[in-house]
């Protein structure tokens, strides 16, 4: 399993509608996502609007790098309108692995409750 994190930088006239604007993508991108083998949950959408609010950082997880090369490669085609209409560079893409820490060792029970 693999977390896929994209990176979308839109143009300073689309900034006031960036939640219908990643709609748009995401109608675009999402079914076939959606009916792939290594789909692995639904994305998140991330913007940091005080320091980066031209980009959107799009979060979710799949089965392996290699199918998610396939996938994006097929959407290359599809969002080329997009990118050139709302985008003012291609959408960069990166996989990233979680690293274990002692946290995920944890009971979830002991997770926020005060002890005694």
């Not at 399993?1 to 900034?15: A, G, P, Q, R, S």
């Not at 609010?53 to 997880?61: D, I, N, R």
Request: hydrophobic share 40%.
């Amino acid at each position: 399993m693999i977390h896929v994190l994209e990176t979308w930088h839109f143009k300073d006239e689309h900034l006031g509608d960036i939640a219908a604007v990643m709609q748009t993508m995401d109608e675009l991108v999402g079914p076939a996502a959606h009916d792939h083998p290594a789909f692995s949950g639904h994305a998140t959408f991330l913007r940091d609007e005080v320091n980066d609010p031209a980009s959107v950082k799009v979060l979710y997880q799949w089965r392996s790098p290699e199918e998610a090369d396939e996938l994006i490669a097929g959407e290359d085609l599809v969002i080329a309108e997009f990118t050139q209409k709302y985008c003012t560079a291609p959408r960069e893409v990166r996989y990233l692995t979680e690293v274990p820490h002692t946290h995920d060792m944890e009971d979830d029970h002991e997770h926020g409750h005060a002890h005694a």
